[in-house]
Structures are given as C-alpha cells and as structure tokens.
C-alpha cells in the first residue's frame, strides 16, 4: 500500500508492522520501463497540444460526470482531437522515441 512517503507516515490501521519492508521489496521487484531516460521535444507541436488541451478541457467536466451519452460523445471527442491536431502529436512522438531507441541499443 503507497500513500505518500511510507518511510515516514504513521502505518494505518490494519497495515502489518512490516508495510515498510513490503512496500520496499514491492519498488525493487517492480520491473523499469526501458523508456526511462526518453523525453520528447514537443516544441515543434506546441500549438497543436495547446488545441488538444482545449478539446480536453471542453469535455472533461461533462465525460467525468456522466453527464454525456458516450455513444454520442466519445467519437466527437475523438473528432476534435483529430482536428486539433492529435495524430500530429503522436507521430513526432513515436519519432523521435524511435530515433531515441535506435541511438540506445
């Protein structure tokens, strides 16, 4: 169980005398992702992450709350992050991370 920094909180009720060693033994069993390191440069679609955070922005509230039926919602969400420019952003992603990958073997 992680809430906050387990190696100074108070263990919580019912967590054993020993959730600090469990939770330690869990960090270092995790496997590390063999993208650490990467970092993309989005200077090159900034205006089209500005436009798919407003398209986010627009609908977030609305999704989160039940308030849209998907079936109708979803794909224009999807729609205008199409048109803000999302598959723009994905290929200079998958770019530069291939690039990345090539220059790390």
């Not at 590390?32 to 989005?42: A, E, I, N, R």
């Not at 079936?71 to 992603?93: M, S, V």
Request: aromatic fraction near 12%; charged fraction near 20%.
């Amino acid at each position: 169980m992680f809430c906050g920094n387990c190696f100074i909180a108070y263990p919580w009720s019912g967590l054993g005398g020993d959730f600090r060693e469990t939770s330690l033994a869990g960090m270092k069993a995790a496997p590390v992702t063999k993208y650490l390191g990467f970092s993309c440069d989005t200077s090159s679609v900034a205006n089209e992450i500005t436009a798919c955070y407003d398209v986010e922005g627009q609908y977030r509230a609305a999704m989160n709350c039940g308030l849209l039926d998907p079936a109708t919602a979803l794909p224009e969400f999807l729609k205008a992050l199409e048109d803000a420019g999302i598959q723009k952003i994905i290929d200079c992603y998958q770019t530069q991370l291939n690039e990345w990958q090539a220059a790390h073997k």
